[in-house]
């Protein structure tokens, strides 16, 4: 099953700067002006190597900054405990990591679990970025089971004293252990023989660690068969997932009323007059209670609630899906509104064809207030185990179904590969930071 193992990090050092200034969240989260922001704050901000001007430019740049001293290869391999507090909704939320290297294996092997399509163009866009500079510069985002709390416990004994980096950015705290005894790296690694590990975030990273190294036995160059990865117990009590709602815009036809009416006849259709802030409050109650529903909202003083009447209709509609796919409510607004009532079928969801989509929920509103979309369909989160009901049935989640939060931030430890040239030199026995 899962191999995980220490790595030899590249790390900054104190000559860096704050770590603050240098880390920042992965490339498929940006918002427009967001690299711009994390560039600004130091010139040694790890987006100049997640984003950078070009995939040449970033290898130059991590070659530049050995020199200088601004990163150092730890002399020794470690892994390393990752933790980070935020909030959700008002509520503390800390969530415990261990942060390492894991063996690659093909999906077919049933040892790392996707449950996301992934597209082309970003694949390629990571893929160059590893060719030019032998590195994982991001970690990929796993999960895995420890109904045993063994692991669990081991990493709370593992982190009891004070972290070797604190930091805080964007309203979330990052703390990071370093764990070099060999005997606690031991057990760590047979925690994990057993396991199978299903991806939260990454697909597109972890497809690309695959192909570079195909593409590494293909040049006879020394193999890069493992990948930078965070692993969260998937039953921890800090895991957040967050709900990702649609926004329609550009249907020619698009009629509200019409649309309520063929609603109307698969959903309990409920106009609320509540004000529209406290959507989030509603489908919280029914999320917590197992119902099938979405919020409707087009920018006026009410919203609609839809309620699914029949529990069966899914099974009826798509039986050749899986009973873990068709229970999800994505697929249910996906099937039965987006494609069978609106006309935005899987090719028109792919391309983002009359359909964008939002994690915030106040950026939802204002869209459908402003009139930036037509409507608005708010959405419950996937359940945890939901999601690996899927990845274990070998299916995928409609395209956008999950939103960890937060995402695991780069910069705090970059992964050389074996493959590289970029890290030839002897390895520096110390790291300030």
């Not at 130059?60 to 980070?84: N, V």
């Not at 937060?406 to 790291?431: N, R, W």
Request: glycine share 4%.
């Amino acid at each position: 099953m899962a191999e995980i193992a220490p790595l030899r990090a590249l790390r900054y050092t104190n000559k860096a700067g704050s770590l603050e200034d240098l880390i920042c969240p992965p490339y498929d989260v940006l918002a427009p002006g967001d690299r711009e922001t994390y560039l600004s704050r130091s010139p040694y901000n790890s987006m100049h190597l997640e984003v950078p001007d070009t995939y040449p430019h970033a290898a130059e740049l991590l070659r530049d900054w050995m020199k200088q001293g601004i990163l150092k290869q730890d002399s020794a391999p470690a892994m390393f405990l990752y933790e980070e507090e935020f909030q959700v909704r008002g509520e503390t939320l800390r969530n415990k990591l261990l942060l390492c290297r894991m063996k690659l294996s093909d999906f077919s092997e049933k040892i790392v679990l996707p449950h996301e399509n992934t597209l082309d163009e970003a694949k390629l866009d990571r893929f160059r970025l590893m060719q030019a500079t032998g590195c994982n510069i991001s970690p990929i985002y796993g999960l895995y089971a420890d109904p045993e709390r063994e692991t669990r416990e081991r990493i709370e004994r593992l982190s009891s004293d004070t972290p070797r980096s604190t930091c805080t950015v964007d309203g979330v705290t990052h703390r990071l252990w370093v764990i070099n005894d060999h005997l606690a790296i031991g057990a760590l690694c047979e925690d994990f023989r057993n396991r199978k590990i299903y991806i939260a975030d990454g697909h597109h990273r972890y497809e690309t660690a695959l192909r570079y190294r195909n593409w590494c036995r293909e040049q006879g160059l020394p193999e890069a068969e493992y990948v930078l990865i965070g692993l969260a117990d998937l039953n921890h009590s800090g895991l957040a997932v967050l709900p990702i709602h649609r926004l329609v815009h550009g249907l020619n036809s698009f009629d509200e009323k019409e649309l309520l009416k063929r609603c109307a006849t698969v959903f309990q259709v409920y106009e609320m007059d509540t004000p529209p802030e406290y959507i989030e409050t509603n489908m919280d109650a029914l999320h917590r209670q197992g119902k099938k529903a979405f919020a409707y909202y087009s920018g006026g003083k009410t919203w609609h609630l839809l309620l699914l009447k029949d529990e069966t209709l899914m099974d009826r509609l798509c039986p050749k899906e899986s009973p873990a796919t068709r229970n999800l409510n994505v697929s249910l607004l996906h099937k039965v509104i987006l494609e069978g009532m609106l006309g935005i079928d899987a090719e028109k969801l792919a391309k983002q064809t009359h359909l964008t989509y939002t994690h915030d929920f106040s950026e939802a509103l204002a869209s459908a207030r402003s009139g930036a979309c037509q409507c608005a369909f708010f959405v419950n989160p996937a359940r945890i185990k939901e999601i690996c009901e899927v990845a274990d049935a070998g299916e995928k989640m409609p395209q956008k179904s999950t939103w960890f939060y937060p995402k695991l931030f780069t910069g705090l430890a970059f992964h050389p590969l074996e493959s590289t040239t970029l890290f030839s030199q002897e390895p520096l026995s110390h790291y300030e930071s």
